[in-house]
């Protein structure tokens, strides 16, 4: 079983819906952030969170929200999506505890919004 | 906006050739790390170089690291079909709140 798992994998939605993108991971990791994947754009930071308590806000959340259930898990929500929210979208972890401070990725979610 | 910038944006070699991507930044830094994504996966850690580093080994990949002028490479040797993916840096800020900025990347097809 994948340490980091993303649900749903894949999903198209309607413009002015209410989306939520899981993760959920295994690894007792801290850390925890929220990506986003354009082409030719990289990865940018939407939200991060370093505990259950700590929401952060990355280079680009506007239209979005987070919610850190538990140090398990950390949901992405797109109140009302819009097309140029049409995206790959990944989940992170880190350890606290590690000096390298690598990043473990989720297999990605694919929005596309109409 | 982004740290790291790739550079080239795109190689195309052939297997057992070397290949090297560069990588540029802005700000100070603590560590740059190296990424590599297949096509529409998750990334993976490659490689991590501390800001009081020049250069660091893992198997077949080089990593060099330049702050006077704010750059770093990633050296690929003897390269394999396997190894076609993009290839991404990524800088944790000194003093900064130890989130990772990642660049555009650089996407690599090696030819059999």
């Known amino acids: 079983d994948a340490d980091v798992t993303q649900t749903p994998r894949n999903r198209i939605t309607k413009t002015g819906k209410r989306i939520m993108l899981e993760c959920s991971q295994t690894k007792g990791h801290d850390r925890m952030y929220w990506y986003r994947q354009d082409p030719g754009l990289g990865l940018r930071l939407i939200y991060y969170?370093?505990?259950?308590?700590?929401?952060n806000k990355g280079e680009i959340s506007d239209g979005y929200s987070v919610s850190r259930q538990a140090q398990a898990k950390f949901s992405l929500s797109l109140e009302s999506a819009i097309p140029n929210q049409t995206a790959l979208y990944f989940c992170a972890t880190s350890d606290l505890r590690s000096e390298k401070r690598e990043l473990f990725f989720g297999e990605g979610s694919r929005l596309t919004v109409l | 906006s982004q740290q790291g910038e790739e550079d080239p944006q795109a190689l195309s070699i052939q297997e057992g050739e070397n290949a090297t991507m560069n990588c540029s930044y802005k700000t100070s830094i603590n560590n740059l790390q190296w990424y590599r994504q297949n096509s529409g996966r998750g990334l993976v850690h490659l490689i991590l170089i501390r800001s009081n580093e020049r250069e660091k080994h893992s198997g077949r990949l080089r990593v060099t690291l330049d702050t006077s002028k704010k750059s770093s490479s990633l050296l690929i040797t003897a390269s394999r079909a396997a190894d076609t993916a993009s290839y991404f840096c990524a800088t944790m800020t000194q003093g900064g709140s130890e989130k990772l900025v990642f660049g555009k990347g650089t996407k690599l097809t090696v030819n059999p």
């Open positions: 969170s370093f505990d259950v308590k700590d929401i």
